[in-house]
């Protein structure tokens, strides 16, 4: 139905131009679907867009659009509001077609080929293999799926990859506090990982002599030293001591986190392509090379012995360092060599979704891009804030480095994989989000996700009752009795979809669908409790039938996309 408004306005918009009131169409029309139902079913800015361009008031060029559109059976009224902006009230006729449209279309229904196999690179989580999952990354790992989802369902190839850091400090700081557990120590150091988890990791250490490496090591923090330096001289004795076994342990450990990671990321639902070692830039001496490149190119400096990228010529706020002044690369220098990797595999398009705390780092990233010789624009950095959860109206405290935290196992054991999915996207992914523990695990209608089955499953079981006590119901429906008020309201949520997957998807905001779908949820519920489906009179009976199948099939369409089943019976 919009299409055809659209396409009826388009021609009114040539006529004018034919007739030298314009000088030339716009390429596109906004339609949007009116909130109000005093509004029509559709408005449109074009005149407020265009009036300039006619040299005369909004006003004044809405008529003129509305006396030259075609003569439709669609459109029953029209009006001119505010300040010109012009409101269309369709046919009941034009409203109801989309019921069949849906029903036709089944999964398919609302997907376009907006983007005609354009190739998507979607990174998302990559979380330090330090530890498992908790309830932040969860958040991302949600809203990265559910883009991915929605951007197939636009005719994007996306595929998911995970930047596996497993190289660097941290990783010998978990090494090491692993090896500090395996021996046994009473001394383990403010700055080594504290979890259970890394007990169960000793507990898997073989043929590994046990050795004291705490000889000529500088004092902890709480005893008054430096604990920075404290576990950087635990990890070079650790090194050495152990030789060619400290490999080991430190395999062991990244092994057994990292596939535990897959593990929880596929029972919630998310799937990679790819999973991408920073070790191998490394092993590959690709981030050494890229750094060398960079430096041919007068983009990077020497300085205290320290080796520097300008990151100043591109709009950073300060110079970054790569390699420091005992020859180490920085994080910031495998992240330069990974992008660039990205960015000879040819995808036109590369989305990153970091947690908010890497803000900061946009800036020097799209740099390193751009002195690279590509173009920073086709790098998309997405934010996400991480999740406060709350139990019993108290929020619960996390720190990974500790071990004080919920891990994402455990929240999906304690409310399910669905309404772990569905809340975490329930908010703009840049908007702190507080996750109510009691309201997730909540049978009510204060609970969106449980609304929202719950309507689905209801249609099921009035289909379900139809077929039972109607077997052999071949009545054609007849969608023009559909005119109670609650029908209406249905068929107009019905009529948003389509609108509704396009936004999310192309603004990235899963939220927006997340919405809708509660939003179609209310309207089927007022409808189920205001008339009966299961009516004596066969096309009425028919025609509300297929109403709510319709309603049901986009329902499960949603949920689909989101990562959240859609069940028959509750």
């Keep these: 139905m919009k299409e055809q408004l659209q396409a009826l306005l388009k021609q009114s918009l040539e006529s004018l131009v034919n007739d030298d009131i314009l000088s030339e169409a716009p390429k596109s029309i906004r339609l949007d679907h009116s909130k109000d139902k005093t509004h029509g079913d559709f408005a449109s800015n074009i005149a ?23 003569n439709s059976g669609e459109i029953v009224k029209t009006e001119i509001a505010g300040p010109g902006f012009i409101n269309f009230f369709m046919s009941q006729g034009s409203n109801t077609a989309v019921l069949e449209q849906i029903l036709e279309q089944g999964i398919g229904y609302g997907c376009l080929d907006i983007g005609k196999g354009q190739s998507v690179l979607l990174e998302f989580v990559s979380a330090n293999p330090t530890g498992p999952l908790h309830v932040g990354h969860g958040r991302g790992a949600a809203y990265g799926a559910t883009v991915a989802n929605l951007l197939r369902a636009l005719g994007f190839k996306v595929d998911n990859e995970y930047y596996v850091n497993d190289a660097g400090r941290q990783m010998d700081i978990l090494a090491t506090s692993v090896y500090l557990r395996y021996i046994e120590t009473d001394q383990f150091p403010d700055n080594g990982y504290k979890g259970d988890y890394i007990f169960d990791i000793a507990e898997q250490v073989k043929g590994v002599e046990r050795l004291d490496i705490f000889t000529d090591v500088c004092a902890d923090e709480k005893d008054g030293g430096d604990k920075e330096k404290h576990i950087d001289d635990l990890i070079a004795n650790c090194k050495q001591a152990l030789g ?4 080991k342990v430190f395999d062991l450990a990244i092994d057994d986190i990292l596939s535990g990671i ?6 919630f639902g998310v799937e990679y392509q790819q999973w991408f070692s920073e070790q191998s830039l490394i092993d590959s001496g690709r981030a050494k090379t890229t750094i060398k490149s960079l430096q041919d190119s007068g983009h990077i400096y020497e300085k205290d012995g320290a080796l520097w990228f300008k990151t100043t010529d591109f709009n950073d706020e300060k110079d970054r360092v790569v390699v420091r002044d005992n020859g180490i690369h920085t994080y910031f220098a495998s992240d ?22 890497h803000h900061g780092y946009i800036a020097r990233v799209k740099a390193s891009v751009e002195a690279l010789g590509h173009k920073s624009e086709k790098l998309e950095i997405l934010l996400v804030q991480f999740a406060n959860l709350y139990r019993g109206g108290k929020k619960v405290q996390m720190s990974t480095r500790s071990g ?9 054991h304690e409310v399910g994989n669905d309404a772990a999915r569905f809340f975490y996207v329930l908010r703009k992914s840049e908007q702190h989000m507080d996750f109510d523990l009691d309201l997730a695990k909540s049978k009510t209608n204060e609970n969106p996700v449980f609304y929202i089955q719950y309507a689905h499953a209801r249609i099921c079981s009035v289909l379900k009752q139809a077929d039972e006590k109607f077997p052999n119901n071949s009545t054609a ?14 068929v107009k949520e019905l009529n948003r979809y389509k609108d509704v997957l396009q936004t999310s998807a192309l603004n990235y905001e899963p939220h927006v669908l997340a919405y809708y ?21 066969a096309q009425l009976r028919s025609s509300r039938l297929l109403l709510i199948k319709s309603a049901k099939q986009l329902l499960s369409n949603g949920l689909n996309l989101l990562g959240v089943s859609a069940p028959n019976s509750m």
């Design 48 to 70: 407020l867009v265009l009036s300039k361009q006619a040299k005369c008031s909004p006003q004044k060029l809405a008529q003129q659009i509305i006396d030259r559109l075609p």
């Design 244 to 247: 060619d076994d400290y490999k």
């Design 262 to 267: 897959k593990t929880d990321l596929s029972e």
């Design 336 to 357: 330069i060599a990974y992008h660039l990797e990205k960015f000879e595999r040819g995808y036109d398009k590369i989305i990153n979704i970091w947690g908010a705390d």
């Design 404 to 412: 004080s935290f919920v891990t994402l196992k455990e929240l999906r």
């Design 477 to 490: 429906p007849n969608l023009s009795l559909l005119d109670d008020k609650a029908e209406v309201a249905l």
């Design 517 to 537: 779908l509660r939003d179609l949820s209310a309207s089927f519920h007022s409808y189920y409790n205001s008339c009966e489906f299961l009516v004596e009179d």
